[in-house]
C-alpha cells in the first residue's frame, strides 16, 4: 500500500510540472475541422485550448473544410522563457525532487505560439 501512495504522489508531483500554453486557432475559412496530434479540437475559430509545453515537441496539426484542400502542418512554435514567480510557486515540489531536469526545462522550454493562424485553399474541380 505504501508503494502505491508514493508511485501516485510522485506521479502527481512531476505531473504538476507540465505547463501549458492557451491557443487560438484561427482560419481564413470560418467552421474549419481542426485536429492536433490527432486529437479534434473543434472547429474554427478555436479560442483558449490549452496545449501542453514540451521541450523540442512539434505539434502535427490537419485542418479541414468541404471544398477546400486538406491542410497539413505544425502549429507555429516558440521558446519559452521561465517565469521566475511560477518556478518559485509553481514548481515548488518539482525543485525538491527534480532541480537539474527543472531547471533545463524551465528555462528553454518549447511551446506553441498563442495565436495560430491558418490559410485553407479553396479545391481544384
Request: hydrophobic share 40%.
Amino acid at each position: 500500500m505504501q508503494k502505491i501512495v508514493s508511485i501516485i504522489l510522485i506521479s502527481l508531483i512531476l505531473g504538476s510540472c507540465q505547463t501549458t500554453t492557451k491557443v487560438n486557432i484561427t482560419t481564413n475559412v470560418p467552421d474549419a475541422k481542426v485536429t492536433v496530434d490527432g486529437k479534434p479540437l473543434g472547429n474554427t475559430p478555436i479560442s483558449s485550448v490549452k496545449i501542453k509545453n514540451n521541450s523540442g515537441k512539434t505539434y502535427s496539426v490537419v485542418v479541414e473544410k468541404e471544398g477546400y484542400e486538406t491542410l497539413q502542418t505544425r502549429l507555429h512554435t516558440e521558446t519559452k522563457n521561465a517565469n521566475v514567480a511560477g518556478l518559485v510557486v509553481g514548481y515548488s515540489l518539482c525543485w525538491l525532487i527534480i532541480p537539474a531536469l527543472l531547471l533545463l526545462n524551465g528555462l528553454w522550454l518549447d511551446g506553441p505560439v498563442e495565436d495560430q493562424y491558418f490559410v485553407l485553399k479553396e479545391a481544384a474541380n
